[in-house]
């Protein structure tokens, strides 16, 4: 069985800085492509960061220079580094991990976490 569970989600104030973590089991996160969306209420659910082919990074132009993805393979385990958060930062941030690409198609998965509240106050 794949899971993905997500924690670190809370209330913060402006300002203040959070860190999610999103722990998998039933797959190997060095094998998969890992992103962080987040949804806020009546949007779209958006890409905020990703770590691919094992260490390459990339991140919304809204959160960089704010926000760190980060990979801990011994605890299969992928982190997001929050600070300096924004009331705009308010959303559910979900965990996503794929399949890289070129994996063959009988193998292929896009798994999502459940989904953890960050709320952050002026």
């Known amino acids: 069985q794949v899971q993905l569970v997500e924690s670190g989600g809370g209330l913060v104030q402006a300002g203040g800085s959070l860190s999610l973590s999103c722990a998998a089991s039933?797959?190997?996160?060095?094998?998969?492509?890992v992103y962080w969306y987040r949804q806020a209420p009546g949007k779209q659910r958006e890409l905020v960061a990703s770590?691919?082919?094992?260490?390459?990074?990339n991140y919304a132009d809204s959160v960089k220079g704010r926000f760190t993805i980060s990979r801990d393979n011994a605890k299969n385990t992928v982190y997001l580094q929050m600070n300096s958060l924004k009331p705009e930062d308010t959303a559910v941030y979900y965990c996503n991990a794929r399949s890289r690409g070129g994996t063959w198609s009988s193998m292929r998965y896009d798994y999502w976490g459940q989904g953890t509240q960050v709320t952050v106050s002026s």
């Open positions: 039933g797959i190997i996160f060095s094998f998969s492509d």
């Open positions: 770590i691919i082919s094992g260490s390459s990074t």
